[in-house]
Nanobody, 122 residues
Framework: QVQLVESGGGLVQAGGSLRLSCAAS????????LGWFRQTPGKEREFVAA???????YETDSVKGRFTISRDNAKNTVYLQMNSLKPEDTAVYYC????????????????WGQGTQVIVSS
């Protein structure tokens, strides 16, 4: 079992930055692929970024060059550094974990956090 707890959301002006954190329980954190997704009302959950066991990262095109995912296995934590934020980045952000990268990438992950709200004002 893995429990995920996100933090770091909030209200920021366009062009600003936020860093989301997701702390995980469990002793096998390093064996999981980790990802960030976001969702707005009435829309499906959208893939944002992921990082595999080797630290290789993947980002959706709309956030490339602005968002960076990273992990600290010693702290059982995955981060999402978000720079140059835009109003369209406003959403609830969720972290997810799964041993299988494709499952994670397709939002079929076994474990999800409760979400943290990000609001970007124009």
């Amino acid at each position: 079992q893995v429990q995920l707890v996100e933090s770091g959301g909030g209200l920021v002006q366009a062009g600003g930055s936020l860093r989301l954190s997701c702390a995980a329980s469990g002793r096998t954190f390093s064996k999981y692929c980790l990802g960030w997704f976001r969702q707005t009302p009435g829309k499906e959950r959208e893939f944002v970024a992921a990082i595999d066991w080797n630290g290789i990262t993947y980002e959706t095109d709309s956030v490339k060059g602005r968002f960076t995912i990273s992990r600290d296995n010693a702290k059982n934590t995955v981060y999402l550094q978000m720079n140059s934020l835009k109003p369209e980045d406003t959403a609830v952000y969720y972290c997810a974990a799964d041993p299988n990268f494709q499952r994670l990438r397709n939002a079929w992950a076994d474990y999800w956090g409760q979400g943290t709200q990000v609001i970007v004002s124009s």
